[in-house]
């Protein structure tokens, strides 16, 4: 039986997130009842991003002014990815490794039933973008933010 708070295939509810906004993959937890390598549990620490949180909340605030609850992905650090709830779907974007410029996430390789809706870099409704971790980073003590521009190119703000 999967443990409380424990998500498998999908990302924490955004009212869940306000509560817990770091997560850790409960690897320790594979093969228990219904979870596996994708299963996330709360971290421990929940007052600030530590080396151990591989997902964090944040916001979003799109060029039109609405914000988002928002799951950032930091497995190194900094941010790699994120995904935003629009209040009916989880929208994905992603760093590309080789450019460093954020992209559009090709989710080809999945079957269409697990594909996620995606950023359009296109839309200036949505572009620049900016993303911020709700907690403080415990290196430096300060909530990353960055300003995501059309061209996938992006810059701290503060």
Not at 22 to 40: F, K, M, P, V, Y
Not at 52 to 65: Q, R
Not at 131 to 145: C, K, M, N, Q, W
Request: hydrophobic share 30%; charged share 30%; with cysteine.
């Amino acid at each position: 039986m999967p443990k409380p708070l424990g998500y498998t295939g999908d990302w924490p509810p955004p009212e869940i997130l306000r509560e817990y906004p770091n997560w850790i993959c409960a690897w320790d937890e594979e093969g228990e009842g219904d979870q596996d390598e994708t299963t996330l549990k709360p971290e421990d620490e929940q007052s600030v991003i530590t080396a151990d949180t591989i997902h964090t909340a944040g916001d979003v605030l799109l060029a039109d002014g609405r914000t988002f609850a928002a799951i950032i992905s930091l497995p190194s650090g900094a941010p790699e990815s994120f995904d935003y709830h629009d209040g009916s779907a989880w929208v994905r974007c992603r760093q590309d490794y080789k450019t460093k410029r954020w992209v559009a996430f090709d989710q080809n390789w999945l079957p269409p039933e697990r594909r996620m809706p995606t950023v359009d870099f296109a839309d200036s409704h949505t572009f620049p973008l900016r993303l911020s971790t709700r907690l403080p980073h415990a290196e430096t003590g300060e909530r990353v933010r960055l300003e995501i521009r059309p061209d996938g190119s992006a810059a701290e703000w503060r």
